[in-house]
């Protein structure tokens, strides 16, 4: 079993940013793929970012692009989310995941493990 907590949400400004955390607990977490969805109100949950435990490749939604960034510290056993330039579009749930087979997949249905999520809003 793996046990995520995310933080680091809020309400921002479009422009400003914020850091989301996931603290996880349970197994080995250095040899999983972990990533970040979100979902809006009324819309299917999207992948955000994902990192590979085996390379460290990262992927990115093409509208995250240059703007976020996704990281991870196996000795805190803690994945980040960094979020700059916010738009008010991206304000979602935010959820950090985990893939034990290590597909390094966007596909929200390959992840085992979720957190509760965590609330960002951007203003406009």
């Known amino acids: 079993q793996v046990q995520l907590v995310e933080s680091g949400g809020g309400l921002v400004q479009a422009g400003g940013s914020l850091r989301l955390s996931c603290a996880a607990s349970g197994r080995t977490f250095s040899n999983y793929d972990m990533a970040w969805f979100r979902q809006a109100p009324g819309k299917e949950r999207e992948i955000v970012a994902v990192?590979?435990?085996?390379?460290?490749?990262?992927r990115y939604k093409d509208s995250v692009k240059g703007r976020f960034t996704i990281s991870r510290d196996n000795t805190k056993h803690t994945l980040y989310l960094q979020m700059n330039s916010l738009k008010p579009e991206d304000t979602a749930v935010y959820y950090c995941?985990?893939?034990?087979?290590?597909?390094?997949?966007?596909?929200?249905?390959?992840?085992?493990?979720w957190g509760q999520g965590t609330q960002v809003t951007v203003s406009s």
């Open positions: 995941a985990v893939d034990p087979m290590g597909t390094y997949s966007y596909r929200p249905d390959v992840y085992r493990y």
């Open positions: 990192i590979n435990w085996s390379s460290g490749g990262i």
